[in-house]
């Protein structure tokens, strides 16, 4: 549960979310409501149809039907507790990075008072990015930066826009198909690379 501006999320490739969703809703259940999930971001759910969890939103892509072989669609779902304001941003990437399946929500969690004058606390909120993504393997060579950049930028422009939100942030998670060694892999892929080890945007390990 959404509390003092903190949010729980998972994120799960499931490799088929209808085989798997009875497992979920069973340890759901099994958790104390607090320390249930707010965001659930699936990948690989290998279905064109709409998903539904119980007690959350869905948000899914891709909307159209997948393909078979090289370059399918293995779809990925991202799944939001009712309650939490919330948005699903269109068309995010470009046509030149549709390669990479992805979707993004914009979150706002309201979080306890802060101090102010007169003894009165001023309420905040934060604005949350969450862009759950799948790089298909068979798609060889791609490139991160741009999703990673306007990811960067969509929280910069939440922080100038809206004035009384006193913080943005955004999370990335999924499924990168990306090897390196350094992430305790036998082999170092181009997109392991590319992930890892561009010089513009140097990734953190730590």
């Known amino acids: 549960m959404v509390s003092n501006n903190?949010?729980?999320?998972?994120?799960?490739n499931a490799n088929g979310f209808r085989c798997q969703k009875a497992i979920l809703q069973q340890y759901l259940r099994s958790l104390a409501p607090t320390a249930r999930p707010d965001v659930i971001a699936v990948q690989e759910t290998h279905t064109e149809d709409t998903l539904t969890l119980p007690g959350y939103r869905t948000h899914a892509c891709p909307q159209s039907a997948r393909t078979c072989g090289k370059g399918a669609a293995q779809g990925v779902c991202t799944f939001i507790r009712k309650g939490i304001a919330h948005v699903k941003h269109q068309q995010f990437l470009g046509s030149r990075d549709t390669a990479i399946e992805l979707c993004v929500t914009e979150l706002v969690i309201n979080g306890k008072g802060r101090g102010a004058r007169g003894g009165r606390k001023k309420k905040t909120s934060t604005t949350v990015f969450i862009a759950n993504m799948y790089s298909n393997p068979r798609h060889g060579k791609q490139?991160?930066?741009?999703?990673?950049?306007?990811?960067?930028?969509?929280?910069?422009?939440?922080?100038?826009d809206l004035a009384k939100r006193e913080d943005a942030a955004a999370v990335i998670c999924g499924d990168f198909n990306a090897q390196h060694r350094a992430?305790?892999?036998?082999?170092?892929?181009?997109?392991?690379?590319?992930?890892?080890?561009?010089?513009?945007?140097?990734s953190s390990r730590y």
């Open 6 to 12: 903190k949010i729980k999320i998972w994120h799960w």
């Open 143 to 160: 490139k991160f930066k741009t999703l990673f950049h306007k990811i960067k930028s969509a929280t910069s422009q939440a922080q100038k």
């Open 183 to 202: 992430l305790g892999y036998t082999t170092t892929t181009f997109n392991g690379r590319n992930l890892l080890e561009d010089p513009a945007k140097p």
